[in-house]
């Protein structure tokens, strides 16, 4: 939907009442008949345009406050030792399915090949305990 075919039909609607305003007795009833019907028809055009626009902005609000919510987790966490924590959790959660898909899924302890370390229950992510890093 172009905001420009809005505008453009509520000025020929617009014209149409200047015209209607400026009526005198020569305008025949057919001419007044076709000035309201093009009033109408562009009306009709701005109302549905409208409701395009306003579907539009409602979506436009739904992925604002989405990102606004991802922005506020973001600064809520740090990535260390390749995992992510949240401010006020001290278990850590997983970076890929953070990173991927903004979801906050906390890792469990695991073994994975004898090694210890941390492993996520959703992705299969592993990372090793970071005391084994070192
Ligand atoms: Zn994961």
Known sequence: MDISTTFSALSVAI???RRLRDVNNALSSAELNNLVADLLDSLANVKMDLAEVKSELALKDSR????EG???LLNETKYAHEKIFLTGDDDPFCPVCFERDSKLI??????YRKSQGYGCPSCGYFTYNELLLV
Not at 106 to 111: F, Q, T
């Open 64 to 67: 604002i406050l989405k990102l």
């Open 70 to 72: 991802e922005l506020e």
């Open 15 to 17: 014209d149409s009442v």
């Open 106 to 111: 906390h890792l469990r302890a695991s073994i």
